[in-house]
Every structure is written in structure tokens, then in C-alpha cells.
């Protein structure tokens, strides 16, 4: 927390959004784990490094695992510039960082993945066949395709574990790159068992089995690349607000509607909600009935309805019109 | 689609591997050792290389082309001896005609990507085997092991 900045309850926030104590307990609880996430990671980049040797699969689990460095630190820059408090400068707060931290990382990804998938691809045409030799450690001669084996043992457990327990904060916190890192860790269990599967091929003689598990797991980078960047570019470009997976159109965009017509004032409402990172951002035009302006007073209560609907409607305006504005297209 | 497809190759790849584990693990792709073992014949490339490798008449001698008579030796095989430079003894290599070449290399040497490397078996020194041929390489890598150094 910056110094000046008082805390609320739970003493977490984005912007100026106070968070409900089931967040801050979320986003106290998601940072911890992106750091154990970072600790874990680097070490298991080290060790994937010390034992690669000749595996094109392990080279490309290699560079998986040092991406998956990315999307922890874009959650934890992001939070950090999100967590601060609109200024003059930047009047609708900082929480669009999230999504420049979503659209980095699935570049990042799609970029390598590419570049591996090309790699893979190309040592599979030449029929290379990996050299796997022997290797002497604590006095024991063996072969050096069961330490990479361990190896892969130990880089597949950490995000299996830690995926699955980033999950349901990233529905708490509707953060959608811890969203993203979260998935992709719980799929990154098939790259190691599929980089085990190429080295233990190596063992077998089938010298096309690393360089085919190396083109699969590249080309399972290029999925998540794909899919990430298709998804940060679209909130980016202020689509109708999502859930966090991205799956359907955030209810919320269809309660405001429904909340504002309810009020007796209002004869009908047509309302744009997107997604900053976060929190939402809702513009409502409603037609009052038979075309009385409301008092100041209706206005303020219309705000803190949809305010108080979810702790996500953070930035609202509910602007009084005479017609809805075509201009924008009813929800389907 | 992917994430369905990695396990069951892992699958695949993991259960064929228990039942043929114990026989020839790992295996040569193109049967090297197999090869030596049934045929008794030993193809050994050398490039000339002073204090490592002397060339004269007849076959090679030195350190090095000692070491590959003894372990030719521990299969049951002869060597037959090709003498060339670097450059054609990695043709060789690819064009699989020999199983092994001594010349004084180091573990730095730039031929790296087209022929495997042994574990240097004193201070810097390595041979040279064809690429992923792990049985082979395995083998000559114990046996360097035990009788390559000093």
C-alpha cells in the first residue's frame, strides 16, 4: 500500500473501489501465491536448464517455464498501478493495466510459440536424432534422460497445484490475467508429462518422439497465445463486459438495465457496460415516464442502485434522455 | 484438441516404455551397438592431431587410437581405421559410415550440431559418435569412465 493511502475495510482497493472483504482477502491471498508462483517457477526454469542437453522438448519446456514468469509479474505490476487512485492526468483511474498486462503476456506467448512450434517442426523434417548420453552425479553413472525425467517431474507438480488454487481468486477478484495464468498452469502438467513422454521416446530409439512433443507443446503455447490475445484485444477495445473466463456477457451488463427500468420514474433504459480491468464502467440513458426530467434526487438514488448491485460497478453515469440513443444496439 | 492429444501420447509413450525398459535402454535409433556387437567390427575415423593422435603407415597410434583398441576390444571387435580431417570424418558421421572418431577434440569443438559428443573423459577431451545414438554413446561413455583417464 502507498504511504497517504488510508485503507478501507480489508485495506485492499482498486482505484477508488473499496474492496469487500471476500476480495481483499482474494487479492491479499492471489498476490501471495503469484510470488510463491515467481519463486517456483524461476527455480524450476533452473533446473529444466542444467538438464536439457540435446532435448528439443526439454528446450521448449524450457522457454514455457521461463514464460510462465510473465504472466505473475504482468498480475503483480498490474494490481499495483491498478490499486492507485484516479488523477488529474488519468480521470478514469489506472485499472486499464490489467488489460495492457493481458494483451503483453499473450503476445509474449503467441510470439515464442511460434517461433517453437517453427523450430520443432523444422529438427523433425531433418530427422535429427538427439543425442542423449550419460551422466555422473553423486558418484552414480546413469543415464542423463532420467534426470531430465525428474526434472520435468518437478517442474509439472508446482503449476498443477498452484493453478488450481489461483482459479476460484481469479472469479473473486474478476482479474482476468490471473485468469489466464491460472489456466494455462493447470494445463502445464501435459507439457511435462509430454516432454517426459519425448525423452523417454529418446530412451526408446524413436528419435522423432522429442521433436513430435516438442511441436505439440509448442503448439499448445500457440493456443493459449492465440486465445489470450484474442480476448485482452476485445476488452481492450471495449466489448461488452465479460465474466472472467470470458465465456458469456457479464450478467451485471443485463441487471443494470433491468434495475433502472424497475424505478418508477423510468419508462425505459439502454445502458453501456464495459470491463477496465476489474471493475466496470456503466453509462445508462434512460426515458423517464412521459417524459418528466427527474429531480436530482431520482438521479442519486438511480446511482447508488446500481453502485450497490456488485462491488465490480464502480464508475456510473445515468444520463436522463428524451429518446434511448440508437446508436447503441439492444443487448441480444 | 492439444490438451487432449499431449497425455495420451505421454500415455502411449510411458506404458510401451515399461514393457520394453529392460532390455536395451536407451536404444540406438540406427543400432550402432547392436551392430559392433553381432558384426565385430569397430568403423573408427582419426584426424591427425599430435600428443592425441599420430599418423603414419598403417593404422593410427596414440593415446586416443590406443583407447579405441581397448574398448573394441571389451566388445569383441576389430577397428577398421578411416584416416581423414574433421571436416570428412562429419560427412562420415552423417552419411552413418563410421562409429566413432578420435582426433584430440575438446567438448568446445564446433561440430557440436551434426555429431554427438561423449562426456569428456579427461580434462576437456571428448570422441565423437553419431548424433543420438545413446546405447552406443552410453556404452563408450562407461567404459571411458573406467579406463580413460590417467
Redesign the interface.
Known sequence: MRPGAEPGEGGQRFGHTELPPEQAHALRRAKRLEVVTLVYMASAVAVVFATAGSSQAMKTAWVEDSLALVPPLAFLVAVRFGHRRPDADHPYGYHRSTGVGHLTAAVALLAVGLLLAVESAMSLARA?????????LFGQ?F?A?WLMVAAMTYTGIGPFVLGRMKLPLAEALHDKVLYADADMQK?DW??A??T???V????????W?DS??AL??S??IV?DGWTNLRHATTALMDERARTYDDEHPHPLTRRVDEVLTNLTWVDDSRSRVRDQGHVFHVEAFVRPVAGRAPTLEQLEAAVSVLSDLDWKVHDVVVMPVRDLPDTIPAPD | M??R???L??A???F??CG?LPSD??????GTLDRVRTEGVVRAGASPRPGWVEVATGDPTGREPELVEAFAEDLGAEVEWTVAGEEELVRLFEAGEIDLAVGGFTDTNAWVDKV????PYVSTHVLM???????W??RL??WL?DNGGG
Not at chain 2, 25 to 30: L, Q
Open positions: 535429427e536424432h538427439p543425442p542423449i548420453g550419460t551422466v555422473q553413472t543415464w534422460g494445463a501435459m507439457t508429462a509430454g517426459i513422454a519425448g523417454l521416446g529418446i530412451g526408446l530409439g524413436l528419435w518422439a513430435s512433443a505439440l507443446i503448439l499448445s493456443h | 492439444l490438451r492429444i499431449l497425455p501420447v505421454a502411449i509413450v510411458l510401451g516404455g520394453l535402454f536407451p536404444a540406438d535409433p540406427d554427438g559428443l561423449t562426456r559418435v553419431p548424433m543420438g545414438e545413446n546405447a554413446q552410453s561413455e562407461r569412465d
